[in-house]
Protein backbone atom coordinates (compact mmCIF):
# COMPACT_ATOMS: atom_id res chain seq x y z
CA UNK A 1 0.00 0.00 0.00
CA UNK A 2 3.00 2.36 1.25
CA UNK A 3 4.52 1.70 -2.56
CA UNK A 4 1.34 2.48 -4.76
CA UNK A 5 1.12 5.56 -2.79
CA UNK A 6 4.62 6.84 -3.10
CA UNK A 7 3.92 5.50 -7.19
CA UNK A 8 1.19 7.75 -7.48
CA UNK A 9 2.60 10.60 -5.51
CA UNK A 10 5.66 9.60 -8.47
CA UNK A 11 3.41 9.86 -11.10
CA UNK A 12 1.40 13.10 -9.98
CA UNK A 13 4.87 15.03 -9.59
CA UNK A 14 5.92 13.86 -12.81
CA UNK A 15 2.93 14.51 -14.81
CA UNK A 16 2.73 18.09 -13.06
CA UNK A 17 6.82 19.00 -14.22
CA UNK A 18 6.04 17.65 -18.26
CA UNK A 19 3.04 20.44 -17.85
CA UNK A 20 5.19 22.62 -16.60
CA UNK A 21 8.14 22.02 -19.08
CA UNK A 22 5.38 22.14 -22.07
CA UNK A 23 3.93 25.49 -20.99
CA UNK A 24 7.53 26.89 -20.31
CA UNK A 25 8.81 25.24 -24.07
CA UNK A 26 5.90 27.05 -25.00
CA UNK A 27 6.62 30.34 -23.72
CA UNK A 28 10.41 30.25 -24.96
CA UNK A 29 8.87 29.46 -28.47
CA UNK A 30 6.38 33.04 -28.53
CA UNK A 31 9.48 34.61 -26.80
CA UNK A 32 11.86 33.76 -29.60
CA UNK A 33 9.40 34.52 -31.95
CA UNK A 34 8.86 37.66 -30.30
CA UNK A 35 12.89 38.53 -31.05
CA UNK A 36 12.76 37.55 -34.17
CA UNK A 37 9.99 39.83 -34.84
CA UNK A 38 11.53 42.45 -32.63
CA UNK A 39 14.92 42.01 -34.21
CA UNK A 40 13.39 42.05 -38.16
CA UNK A 41 11.75 45.31 -36.56
CA UNK A 42 14.84 46.82 -35.66
CA UNK A 43 16.94 45.92 -39.30
CA UNK A 44 13.64 48.37 -41.03
CA UNK A 45 14.56 50.96 -38.40
CA UNK A 46 18.18 51.12 -38.93
CA UNK A 47 17.76 50.84 -42.87
CA UNK A 48 14.89 53.62 -42.48
CA UNK A 49 17.06 56.24 -40.19
CA UNK A 50 20.41 55.94 -42.75
CA UNK A 51 17.89 56.42 -45.62
CA UNK A 52 16.56 59.69 -43.12
CA UNK A 53 20.21 60.39 -42.75
CA UNK A 54 20.96 60.22 -45.79
CA UNK A 55 18.18 62.94 -47.06
CA UNK A 56 19.12 65.09 -44.32
CA UNK A 57 22.97 65.35 -45.86
CA UNK A 58 21.62 65.58 -49.05
CA UNK A 59 19.15 68.60 -48.29
CA UNK A 60 21.78 70.11 -46.05
CA UNK A 61 24.00 70.42 -48.99
CA UNK A 62 21.25 71.84 -51.50
CA UNK A 63 20.41 74.28 -48.82
CA UNK A 64 23.99 75.58 -48.10
CA UNK A 65 23.89 75.97 -51.99
CA UNK A 66 21.46 77.95 -52.15
CA UNK A 67 22.69 80.10 -49.19
CA UNK A 68 25.88 80.62 -50.83
CA UNK A 69 23.74 81.66 -53.50
CA UNK A 70 21.86 84.33 -51.75
CA UNK A 71 25.29 85.45 -50.21
CA UNK A 72 26.56 85.90 -53.51
CA UNK A 73 23.50 87.76 -54.63
CA UNK A 74 24.36 89.81 -51.82
CA UNK A 75 27.74 90.88 -52.46
CA UNK A 76 27.18 91.59 -55.74
CA UNK A 77 23.90 93.68 -55.13
CA UNK A 78 25.96 95.60 -52.29
CA UNK A 79 28.85 96.14 -54.67
CA UNK A 80 25.95 97.83 -57.29
CA UNK A 81 26.01 100.51 -54.54
CA UNK A 82 23.14 102.51 -53.76
CA UNK A 83 22.40 106.20 -51.78
CA UNK A 84 21.47 105.76 -48.41
CA UNK A 85 17.88 107.06 -48.28
CA UNK A 86 15.27 107.13 -45.40
CA UNK A 87 13.58 104.43 -46.73
CA UNK A 88 16.93 102.62 -47.22
CA UNK A 89 18.89 103.70 -44.43
CA UNK A 90 21.49 101.18 -45.41
CA UNK A 91 21.65 101.98 -48.90
CA UNK A 92 20.99 98.43 -49.97
CA UNK A 93 19.78 97.31 -53.42
CA UNK A 94 16.69 95.57 -53.25
CA UNK A 95 16.80 92.95 -55.80
CA UNK A 96 15.02 89.98 -57.05
CA UNK A 97 16.40 86.81 -56.88
CA UNK A 98 13.96 85.13 -59.58
CA UNK A 99 13.32 85.99 -62.89
CA UNK A 100 9.62 86.82 -63.91
CA UNK A 101 10.15 86.59 -67.93
CA UNK A 102 11.84 84.85 -70.15
CA UNK A 103 12.94 81.48 -69.73
CA UNK A 104 13.67 80.97 -66.44
CA UNK A 105 10.05 80.56 -64.96
CA UNK A 106 10.73 80.26 -61.45
CA UNK A 107 14.10 79.03 -61.13
CA UNK A 108 17.07 81.14 -58.94
CA UNK A 109 18.98 83.34 -61.55
CA UNK A 110 22.74 82.40 -61.04
CA UNK A 111 25.26 84.69 -62.50
Known amino acids: MKQE ?11 S ?10 ENER ?3 DV ?24 GSRVSGIILQI ?10 GSPATGDNPEGRVQGSLFSIGGD ?3 TVEQD
Open 5 to 15: SELGRLETFVS
Open 104 to 106: SHG
Open 71 to 80: EEWEKISAGA
Open 17 to 26: LMARYNALMK
Open 31 to 33: LSQ
Open 36 to 59: QERDEMIDDLRASLAQLESERTEI
